[in-house]
């Protein structure tokens, strides 16, 4: 595809309309994040929103794990980065956090909604992954870990700021501190994972079959109901959210994609939407 790191994301239509399939392809290592996966994120998801053929993406990854974290290579060489002026590589060091940040904020910024397909491991970076996709489920084998404690940093990716509006600020201070792992069950009764299957198999074809049915729906009310989601958690101020939403409803609700509901419902039949 041309960037940096894509050779290790595999993307491609699904086996339903309007489902992409994105699939972390570093499976030697765990499909542990590398500078290169995380450049070549954000593009891939900017394609796929810009697409009229997509509607929903499902992410997941090759082999035994879903992500096993940051690859060690990469902090290797932030740490290697030594210049003679303090100022200039600690200019350098927030430069590349905030691109680390900016592949799992691109998940966010992506119209069309993510959902994860979690197996086997799914650690520190991983976490961070999960946490900006829309909905998120895991296979009985699934394990995971806030696990930046133990490598001596504080989680700089997006997990402190998106795990607490999932699990509660209470449970997200105890395993961020701890790094303890806890299983694909404990992630759903905390909210994490919206649901679990017994398999990698079973937990793809979930997230596919979910996929599929948002897929179906009205694109203009799946892209401003994930916006509108988004903006409530980031701007809790309910006045505020209710206005806004006013406002964006009084510029998109009178569209075809209405019209084509009302009219499918009155026929009986699946109602047809055009691409967006």
């Given at each position: 595809m041309g960037l940096e790191g894509e050779e290790h994301v595999r993307v491609g239509p699904g086996r339903d309309a309007?489902?992409?399939?994105?699939?972390?392809?570093?499976?030697?290592?765990?499909?542990?994040?590398?500078?290169?996966?995380?450049?070549?994120?954000?593009?891939v998801l900017a394609r796929l929103d810009a697409d009229p053929e997509v509607r929903c993406v499902v992410l997941s990854g090759e082999g035994r794990h879903f992500c096993t974290g940051i690859?060690?290579?990469?902090?290797g060489s932030l740490?290697?980065?030594?210049?003679?002026?303090?100022?200039?590589?600690?200019?350098?060091?927030?430069?590349?956090?905030?691109?680390?940040?900016?592949?799992?904020?691109?998940?966010?910024?992506c119209r069309k909604p993510v959902v994860a397909a979690v197996h086997g491991a799914c650690i520190g970076a991983g976490v961070d992954l999960i946490t900006a996709c829309d909905i998120v489920y895991a296979a009985a084998d699934?394990?995971?870990?806030?696990?930046?404690?133990?490598?001596?940093?504080?989680?700089?990716?997006?997990?402190?700021?998106?795990l607490p509006s999932l699990v509660g600020h209470g449970r997200a201070r105890e395993l961020a501190l701890t790094a303890r792992v806890f299983s694909?069950?404990?992630?759903?009764?905390?909210?994490?994972?919206?649901?679990?299957?017994?398999?990698?198999?079973?937990?793809?074809?979930?997230?596919?079959?979910?996929?599929?049915?948002?897929?179906?729906?009205?694109?203009?009310?799946v892209v401003g109901t994930k916006h509108i989601l988004l903006r409530s958690r980031d701007r809790p101020n309910?006045?505020?959210?209710?206005?806004?939403?006013a406002t964006w409803n009084a510029a998109m609700v009178l569209s075809t994609d209405l019209q084509e509901s009302l009219a499918a419902r009155a026929e009986k039949r699946p109602p047809v939407y055009a691409r967006l």
């Open positions: 309007g489902v992409w399939e994105v699939r972390l392809d570093r499976p030697r290592v765990g499909n542990a994040l590398d500078i290169g996966l995380f450049r070549a994120l954000p593009g690859d060690v290579g990469a902090l740490m290697g980065a030594q210049t003679e002026c303090q100022g200039r590589q600690r200019e350098e060091t927030r430069r590349f956090i905030l691109m680390l940040q900016d592949a799992n904020t691109a998940i966010e910024r699934a394990q995971f870990c806030v696990k930046e404690v133990d490598l001596g940093i504080t989680a700089d990716v997006g997990t402190l700021q998106r694909g069950k404990e992630a759903c009764e905390m909210g994490l994972v919206a649901g679990t299957a017994t398999s990698r198999e079973g937990v793809l074809r979930l997230a596919r079959g979910v996929a599929r049915g948002i897929a179906a729906k009205s694109p203009l009310a309910v006045e505020e959210g209710l206005d806004y939403v």
